[in-house]
């Protein structure tokens, strides 16, 4: 049995990394187990937006959006190579009609009846200006009104859309984000062990006695903690009764949102986010500089045991939703990939997928004995918050007295100002002379001032061992799997990168060969 450690965090999604890098960062020891890869469910399978939730605000949630808003900026400072601003065009028509069970809806439906079945510019513009004034910002321009005609953001668009609104919010990698909270977790002191299932917990008077499997190679090991944080996401409640046995009366409701890449549909770099007949919203994303990521749907998914996908009736509706805008109709023989996620909401009873709160829920287990944190809910943008939150419910428990700490601390590979981006592409184009700019583009939005960790005293091409293809050499492997955990070719095409979407059948095989006969001896 290994020495007892303060804090035993099950589950190595955004708010279990997130909890452990705050906990390690406090001076408590910390060790964090994941089933499967890090970031391999909900937290690499986001739209990939820290954004406030503009649609949140028709739910009257203001506290979860003025706390997502504050910190849009205070993530972009402390990881601005895996996140950056973005501009979101919201096109309008007085024509548009709209079904929602939202509480503004029924708000205006009842003080002006006539309104029923519309969202007014008004009420539109009031959304944008709390949007722009409840964050506090500092970096984001402000939203402003866009004429669509002859316009590159017009372009796209239907005619009937002539008036559009222009707002800020950020772009995050999400995976990547998961990546660096575990590393610097692991850099402050944490034990981060990937591929590891918690079998079973049993409390003994103020120590929690854990038993443990690793899944790769079947091994058993035994540990003890003084306090559990249960961040299984999806699976959180699956581990609390399950595998903790503790009753409970929450719950958690299962809604699987799912996203569709088509080609590039455009040229410029603005987003443009989609109002829908039935009350929802989509948004569609220049992705990976050659492609449009449009999504989400909102689905309650039944089956926990069912592997989220994104059903043709998904793939359909998307691609509808999104031709009701452009002039160009998208089909579902343009989508070169898909993806989807189950979000596990904190069931408050509401009516809908759509309608269920995006606000989390830490519940602290008040039995006899060494605590239990469970954590419900959450969003990537918050995901910081949590963790300070979820400390805040510990710390007192563990006598641990060190304050909050990780507001704009940078994460690996963001030490440096967001404003000194283009010094950091200028200085390493110089540097290694060889990368095409989209090979540095990549390199940068990856991994920030660890390029020079990778490339090393590379000159050429051939300095970086194999060359797989779409700029992936392996000089950049030997770093996931030394670095990042990696140990399969779909934890670096499809989490730690997106490049799966362009090496070809063959140039993958040759990356899977590499993992197997180069990662297993990691494990």
Not at 198 to 218: F, H, P, V, Y
Not at 282 to 311: M, N, R, S
Request: glycine content about 8%.
């Amino acid at each position: 049995m290994s020495e007892t450690t303060d804090l035993f965090i099950i589950g190595g999604g955004i708010n279990g990394c997130g909890i452990a890098r705050d906990a390690a960062g406090r001076g408590l020891s910390v060790r964090l187990v994941e089933m499967n890869d890090l970031a391999s469910a909900t937290s690499s399978a986001s739209t990939k937006l820290f954004h406030g939730g503009l649609r949140y605000l028709e739910f009257f949630e203001f506290r979860l959006v003025r706390e997502a808003l504050i910190e849009r900026e205070v993530l972009l400072s402390a990881m601005p190579h895996i996140s950056w601003p973005m501009r979101f065009v919201l096109p309008y028509s007085s024509a548009m009609r709209f079904e929602s069970d939202t509480p503004t809806s029924k708000l205006l439906s009842t003080v002006m009846p006539w309104m029923k079945g519309r969202r007014p510019a008004w009420l539109i513009r009031l959304g944008l200006a709390m949007y722009d004034t409840m964050g506090g910002r500092k970096i984001l321009p402000a939203t402003r009104k866009v004429d669509l005609k002859d316009t590159p953001v017009g372009a796209p668009l239907q005619p009937k859309f002539s008036t559009a609104w222009e707002y800020s919010d950020c772009w995050v990698q999400d995976a990547r984000l998961v990546i660096l909270n575990a590393r610097d977790a692991e850099a402050r002191g944490a034990e981060i062990l990937p591929r590891t299932k918690m079998l079973s917990a049993e409390r003994e008077g103020d120590l929690w006695k854990i038993r443990t499997q690793n899944t790769e190679t079947g091994a058993e090991a035994e540990y003890t903690a003084r306090a559990i944080v249960n961040a299984g996401g999806p699976w959180v409640e699956d581990v609390m009764t399950g595998k903790l046995r503790r009753n409970t009366g929450e719950s958690i409701r299962l809604v699987r949102g799912s996203h569709i890449v088509v080609p590039k549909l455009y040229d410029h770099d603005r987003c443009y986010f989609f109002q829908g007949e039935d009350g929802r919203i989509i948004f569609a994303i220049p992705y990976e500089e050659d492609f449009t990521l449009i999504g989400t749907t909102d689905a309650d998914h039944k089956d926990l045991g069912a592997k989220p996908v994104c059903t043709p009736e998904e793939q359909a509706y998307l691609c509808a939703f999104a031709s009701k805008y452009f002039k160009q109709p998208i089909t579902t023989d343009q989508i070169v990939w898909t993806y989807s996620g189950v979000r596990p909401l904190y069931d408050d009873g509401a009516s809908s997928a759509t309608a269920a709160t995006r606000e989390y829920v830490l519940s602290l287990d008040e039995a006899p004995g060494a605590p239990l944190l469970n954590v419900f809910g959450g969003k990537i943008t918050t995901y910081r918050k949590l963790a300070e939150a979820a400390m805040a419910k510990l710390a007192p428990r563990l006598g641990n007295e060190k304050g909050i700490w990780t507001a704009g601390v940078p994460l690996p590979g963001g030490d440096f100002a967001y404003a000194d981006l283009g010094k950091l592409h200028s200085d390493l184009a110089s540097e290694y002379p060889f990368l095409t700019p989209a090979w540095l583009r990549r390199m940068v939005k990856a991994y920030g001032t660890e390029t020079r960790a990778i490339l090393g005293k590379a000159e050429a091409v051939a300095d970086l061992g194999q060359y797989f293809g779409a700029s992936l050499t392996e000089a950049e492997l030997r770093w996931l799997v030394e670095k990042e955990y990696a140990r399969t070719a779909e934890d670096v095409l499809w989490r730690r990168g997106k490049l799966g979407l362009r090496l070809s059948a063959e140039e993958t095989a040759a990356v899977e060969d590499w993992m197997e006969e180069n990662a297993t001896s990691k494990a």
